[in-house]
């Protein structure tokens, strides 16, 4: 007797509780009129006190305020709102515009930028007199930057840019409920200069991204991707230019220059390429080479670990 008035007591007081929370804010008005709809629950609670009546099984007796704290924590917690912690993933959220540009700080002599995307569209194209000039999508949180300045032995500098996505990160930290942001895919237009080499680095879990370098001074490309689709447009702006792909799954179309010696080595995992029908010379167990590639000017080195990918190169 003395147990169930204890049970009985933290019911009401959760109830309360509920009750309190909803008058001052916090709850969500609907998440109440949302309890009427769990009626069946009270059938359940009668059925299991006549059971109890009639066997005196003790457990039985310990399931029915199990049962409504459960209930009323789903219903509570799923329509929530404390401060900018909202749990109602029926709630709109609006899409905003950042734009973004970092100046070419003097005497810099090469840049190094890196962008960490969530999911969603990116598009990088040239070009611009700043080092950096864009607009990105996002829904709560402006993507977090940040920047640097390294001496270089020639006493010029090299300059270092990052842009981070941090509305997957937040949200996947401590909104887990509203996955209605989550999901929500966004658009970074971006614009890059083009009279310095650059090395750029782009982490992302699937998108549909599309990147024209053939006038930009492209020295590296680290490109990290869950899964997705790739266009990509290179130039002859410099010698050399090495490409290096970590990926899930993905679909990607390579435009090269049309005397551009091309080097692919595929390192792991299961990509098709189409460097057989372009008569590309086999070199090693993994390794394939364009017929024009020791005596080009311009050279392209191509180095893929997947899970399963598709590259088509196609010549300018």
């Not at 804010?25 to 009626?39: Q, R, T």
């Not at 879990?205 to 990290?224: A, M, R, V």
């Not at 167990?285 to 180095?303: G, H, M, Q």
Request: net charge positive; aromatic share 12%; glycine share 6%.
């Amino acid at each position: 007797m003395k147990n169930k008035n204890i049970l009985s007591g933290l019911i009401v007081l959760f109830i309360g509780i509920t009750l309190l929370l909803t008058t001052l804010g916090y709850i969500e008005k609907k998440a109440l009129s949302k309890l009427v709809s769990f009626w069946p629950v009270l059938l359940i609670l009668i059925g299991l006190e006549i059971i109890y009546r009639s066997t005196r099984i003790k457990f039985i007796k310990f399931i029915s305020p199990v049962l409504i704290v459960a209930v009323f924590t789903f219903v509570i917690f799923s329509n929530c709102n404390f401060g900018n912690l909202k749990f109602d993933s029926s709630s709109k959220i609006k899409e905003r515009i950042a734009h973004i540009e970092e100046s070419l700080f003097e005497n810099v002599s090469s840049a190094d930028i890196r962008l960490k995307h969530s999911w969603g569209t990116l598009t990088i194209t040239g070009k611009t007199t700043s080092l950096l000039d864009g607009y990105f999508s996002y829904f709560n949180f402006r993507p977090k930057v940040s920047l640097g300045l390294k001496l270089m032995p020639d006493s010029s500098y090299r300059q270092f840019y990052e842009i981070i996505s941090m509305d997957e990160r937040v949200y996947q930290r401590k909104y887990l409920f509203n996955k209605s942001i989550i999901k929500r895919p966004s658009q970074w237009n971006l614009y890059l200069n083009d009279k310095i080499p650059l090395d750029l680095s782009i982490s992302s879990k699937s998108s549909k991204l599309y990147f024209d370098f053939s006038e930009i001074k492209l020295k590296n490309l680290n490109l990290n991707l869950g899964f997705g689709t790739v266009n990509l447009i290179l130039g002859r702006e410099v010698e050399d230019t090495n490409i290096r792909i970590k990926a899930g799954i993905f679909n990607m179309n390579v435009l090269v220059p049309k005397d551009s010696g091309v080097k692919v080595q595929l390192l792991s995992g299961f990509c098709k390429t189409n460097i057989r029908s372009l008569k590309y010379i086999k070199e090693g167990k993994n390794t394939f080479v364009s017929p024009n590639f020791y005596n080009a000017k311009n050279k392209i080195l191509v180095k893929v670990s997947s899970g399963a990918g598709l590259i088509t190169f196609k010549k300018q």
